[in-house]
């Protein structure tokens, strides 16, 4: 678990400083302003902060899967074709995501194909079969309800990390908070692909985390942001502690507050402002001690 925690956090130090190199970053404009048309309507591309962070994201990943399906393959074939699927799955996610950042799909567009890619997730094995509180010790078995809990929870999150990401910095806070409950949780039961991937994330958005300090160099962008829920959504199903139901709760908590926070936030700054007392306004200038009037006489 240390060595994935310090390879993910190598691979985003390393990957992002090429990210923002100046001639990579103004290529990447220019095709941005290509795609969305702003160039053919002479409308200039404001200058921001990358929105490739995501790049990074899926990059750390990806090796860290990797590395363990070679170099540990035990935790691989704990969880069957459970590594596979998520692994496929991800970078699915992020491919939408990268599609939405360059040329924006709309809300229904990009919901359809989450959904699309979430029901493969579910079809491979990956399905929330019991639903329970922490607190109870009976839970309620799902049954044919199962893919459609899934679907829903996959959705959901993927959705929550988007909207929360609309803040800078928060979503790669709470990721990091997320990861590391569940790489703590998955520590008690033995290694697992789940709990190898988790920590390998966390050491990911540590490194992440410094570029993305004010003022930021680098964001998430939709990618990257949807990368980061569907992990969390997808790795708390497959937990390998069979009282899993913790997680789920404390990744349902702590998404659903981010989310709430941004939109709290957000309808603040729509509220009118209403001054404590009138400003006062400036001396009135005397009409015969003007200098128009004066000019006049």
């Known amino acids: 678990m240390l060595f994935c925690l310090l390879l993910g956090c190598l691979i985003?130090?390393?990957?992002i400083p090429l990210l923002l190199l100046p001639g990579l970053r103004a290529s990447i404009l220019d095709e941005a302003s290509r795609l969305t048309g702003a160039r053919s309507r002479g409308v200039a591309v404001k200058a921001s902060p990358s929105k490739?962070?995501?790049?990074?994201?899926?990059?750390?990943?990806?090796?860290?899967?990797?590395?363990?399906?070679?170099?540990?393959?035990?935790?691989?074939?704990?969880?069957?074709?459970?590594?596979?699927?998520?692994?496929?799955?991800?970078?699915?996610?992020?491919?939408?995501?990268?599609?939405?950042?360059?040329?924006?799909?709309?809300?229904?567009?990009?919901?359809?194909?989450?959904?699309?890619?979430?029901?493969?997730?579910?079809?491979?094995?990956?399905?929330?079969?019991?639903?329970?509180?922490?607190?109870?010790?009976?839970?309620?078995?799902?049954?044919?309800?199962?893919?459609?809990?899934?679907?829903?929870?996959?959705?959901?999150?993927?959705?929550?990390?988007q909207r929360i990401n609309s803040v800078n910095g928060l979503a790669g806070c709470l990721g990091l908070i997320s990861m590391g409950l569940l790489a703590y949780g998955a520590a008690a039961s033995g290694p697992a692909f789940s709990g190898l991937c988790a920590i390998g994330m966390a050491g990911a958005l540590v490194g992440f985390l410094v570029y993305s300090l004010p003022p930021a160099k680098i964001q998430l962008g939709s990618s990257g942001a949807g990368l980061l829920g569907f992990l969390i959504g997808n790795l708390s199903i497959t937990h390998p502690d069979r009282d899993h139901q913790s997680a789920m709760v404390a990744m349902l908590i702590v998404a659903v507050s981010g989310a709430s926070y941004v939109t709290w936030r957000a309808a603040v700054k729509l509220l009118p402002t209403t001054p404590l007392s009138p400003k006062l306004s400036a001396r009135p200038v005397s009409r015969l001690t003007s200098p128009h009037m004066r000019a006049r006489r």
Request: with cysteine.
């Open 52 to 161: 490739l962070g995501g790049v990074s994201l899926v990059v750390a990943f990806t090796v860290v899967s990797l590395m363990v399906c070679f170099l540990y393959p035990a935790a691989w074939k704990d969880g069957g074709q459970v590594g596979l699927t998520v692994l496929l799955s991800g970078l699915a996610v992020f491919g939408i995501g990268l599609w939405d950042d360059f040329r924006p799909l709309g809300f229904r567009r990009r919901l359809i194909l989450q959904a699309l890619v979430a029901a493969f997730t579910c079809f491979q094995g990956v399905q929330i079969e019991v639903l329970s509180s922490p607190l109870a010790e009976a839970g309620m078995n799902v049954g044919r309800w199962s893919a459609v809990a899934t679907l829903f929870w996959m959705v959901l999150f993927i959705a929550l990390f």
């Open 12 to 15: 985003t130090l390393l990957t």
